[in-house]
């Protein structure tokens, strides 16, 4: 472990003119503050204290994070590493401030001047500290310097043996290129430019990049980052090297869409990710009833590239429809497009047109499972027994067109875990869905909340980590893993996960829920209160983040929850849909015990999503009476222990 040194009380200066008052936290390059978040500030501070020494990962996540952190630790350094050199304009490849040590951590390598002007680098008040003088070079020059005297006693060496050995060498090189080439085994696709010269195909052009992804996760030898993922850098000039750093990806595929009439043209490139080299590039040029062709023809090309030695089967062009009605599959990307909005008039819009999709070619399996998704999420807003019926009609639907489609297995089991409550059938489908697509993100990380409800968490927590790794930058896998933690009693860690899910999306409605529910279970009372306030906001419910926050100021945390019971008792009798099972939450963490069994029941009646009965701490205060374990036992969980429910 690092030695902590004692921080400094004046400024630090490094570079040509950058300020840091770290008792202040404010970041300044002259007269210009600088704005950095806390994570990346403290990590900077942390680099400059030890300047000149590698400081590893391990010791990063120690100082900044504490110990017990959640696994995905490296894409949040990687990430506040980024936002620190996009402040200070450092380019990763030719560093000036700080530099990557490959495998183990980063080392601040520009000179810095301590509290003291003209005393040299800012040094740690332990004994091993070593001063340097104000006339000593940078540690970048004297690396440079010594880095250019290697290299020219090599070339010197190198240069006679090198001309003897050339006509040898290039003929070992032609006939062995191909088969050492660099070794790629993930690679991310890059949102796909739309050059069509209309804004409205955006929806094309999306649809065609997470169709493309699709096809290359099912090579089971490639890891390849999920829609959510790439769909971040969207728009983004950012360098590849440092996107691949962020993603841990060995390769990038980028290209463009061009769609006039129905032709659809589509150029992709093949980049080595960590330095930017071309290694391969195409276009494709094929009618749009060949769109889905043309989709395997570039996955099959890309894979063919990087890995030769591919086994047969595991082509993505194997059992795969050849020709689809253009009218169907347009009206699927825009049933994709905006179901990908996770939200109630992006997913009403969204049943519109897989509703289209599948009118247009009732044969077309991936509409039937755009539309059961889609029912699923709208259970939220609607009653269940409404809408979950078609979702499970519309998912059946799917797999007898295409028993292999894994999007159509993950979509069933979500089914028969939350509304038929028949877990084993779950289960099976879940395995089924990963077993057709091993790279299916969602399938993962559904598997993995639906292993939490059994009370499962050695295996959920597998599961979570295959699919963060899939998925390194989606917010609803950061939440849900806030949930596993919180289901397991580790409040300090799930708050940590859901306080990095809202550093990365301020306005998730779902982690301010969680952290509200983390807060409260903590008996943070205040703290959980401010974060409801927050989920009605992000909901577009103002006027009750306004009824709790004057409640709160006057009665206290039951009282902020009581006037959130009236707002739904009020919604209900003014005709709009409000889940029991917010309700019956709402009662238990405000004591009204019998009021949380009745509504508990009527969400029994309305087969609400319960499945969270038997590890959900929000239900500790209740979960000792007969009546609860009574209804965990008809919804038919299993026991768990550790939550306290006892056995039949």
Not at 192 to 212: I, V
């Amino acid at each position: 472990m690092i030695p902590q040194p004692a921080r400094a009380q004046e400024p630090i200066r490094f570079g040509d003119d950058f300020e840091l008052d770290c008792s202040t936290r404010r970041l300044r390059r002259g007269s210009q503050k600088l704005k950095l978040e806390r994570i990346p500030l403290e990590i900077l501070i942390l680099l400059l204290e030890h300047c000149g020494e590698v400081v590893t990962r391990d010791e990063i996540v120690a100082k900044v994070w504490g110990k017990g952190v959640f696994f995905d630790s490296d894409n949040s350094i990687r990430g506040a590493v980024r936002k620190i050199r996009q402040v200070l304009k450092d380019d990763p490849e030719y560093p000036r401030f700080i530099q990557t040590v490959t495998g183990q951590g980063y080392r601040f390598i520009a000179r810095v001047i301590g509290p003291e002007e003209g005393k040299g680098a800012y040094l740690s008040t332990d004994d091993g500290a070593k001063e340097s003088n104000a006339e000593t070079p940078s540690l970048v020059e004297s690396d440079r310097r010594q880095r250019l005297q290697r290299a020219t006693r090599w070339l010197v060496a190198g240069v006679a043996a090198g001309l003897a050995l050339l006509a040898g060498a290039y003929v070992a090189f032609r006939s062995h290129a191909a088969a050492s080439g660099p070794k790629i085994t993930s690679l991310v696709v890059l949102p796909l430019e739309n050059l069509s010269g209309d804004p409205s195909q955006e929806y094309f052009a999306d649809g065609m990049t997470e169709a493309l992804i699709t096809d290359l996760a099912q090579f089971s030898s490639l890891r390849v980052i999920s829609r959510t993922s790439a769909m971040h850098y969207k728009g983004s000039h950012q360098p590849l090297p440092e996107i691949a750093e962020e993603l841990n990806v060995d390769a990038v595929v980028e290209g463009s869409v061009t769609r006039s009439g129905n032709r659809v043209r589509i150029t992709a490139q093949l980049l080595q990710a960590r330095s930017d080299r071309h290694l391969w590039a195409k276009a494709y040029e094929r009618d749009v009833r060949e769109i889905i062709t043309l989709q395997q023809d570039v996955a099959d090309n890309i894979v063919s590239e990087i890995q030769p030695k591919l086994r047969p089967q595991e082509s993505a062009s194997v059992s795969r429809e050849q020709q689809i009605n253009p009218e169907a599959y347009d009206a699927y990307l825009q049933g994709m497009y905006f179901s990908q909005k996770f939200n109630q008039v992006g997913n009403r819009r969204a049943l519109q047109y897989f509703e289209v999709s599948i009118r247009k070619d009732p044969s077309y399996a991936l509409g039937y499972a755009g539309l059961s998704n889609v029912y699923s999420e709208l259970a939220y807003y609607q009653r269940p027994v409404e809408v979950m019926p078609k979702a499970k009609e519309a998912a059946e639907a799917a797999l007898k067109i295409d028993n292999t489609l894994a999007n159509a297995h993950a979509a069933l089991a979500w089914v028969k875990w939350v509304y038929d409550w028949d877990f084993a059938s779950a289960e099976k489908e879940f395995q089924r869905a990963i077993q057709f697509n091993p790279g299916l993100t969602v399938g993962h990380g559904m598997y993995a909340i639906f292993l939490d409800s059994m009370g499962r968490f050695e295996e959920s927590f597998r599961e979570f980590q295959i699919a963060r790794q899939l998925d390194p930058v989606s917010v609803g896998l950061i939440r849900n893993a806030a949930e596993h933690f919180r289901y397991m009693r580790q409040y300090d860690r799930a708050i940590a996960e859901n306080l990095r899910a809202l550093e990365m999306d301020p306005g998730f409605a779902n982690a301010h829920e969680s952290l509200a529910y983390a807060y409260a279970n903590s008996g943070m009372y205040e703290e959980s209160i401010r974060e409801m306030e927050q989920l009605a906001i992000a909901e577009d419910e103002h006027d009750l983040a306004e009824t709790m926050k004057l409640a709160y100021a006057d009665g206290g945390y039951k009282a902020a929850l009581n006037s959130r019971l009236k707002y739904y008792k009020d919604r209900r009798v003014a005709g709009v849909h409000v889940n029991y099972w917010d309700q019956a939450l709402t009662h238990a963490q405000a004591g009204n015990k019998d009021l949380a069994l009745a509504a508990l029941e009527k969400a029994y009646d309305e087969r609400e999503d319960l499945t969270d009965l038997a590890v959900n701490p929000s239900w500790d205060s209740i979960r000792n009476d007969p009546r609860f374990q009574g209804l965990v036992r008809r919804v038919g969980l299993p026991v768990n222990p550790d939550a306290g429910v006892t056995a039949p």
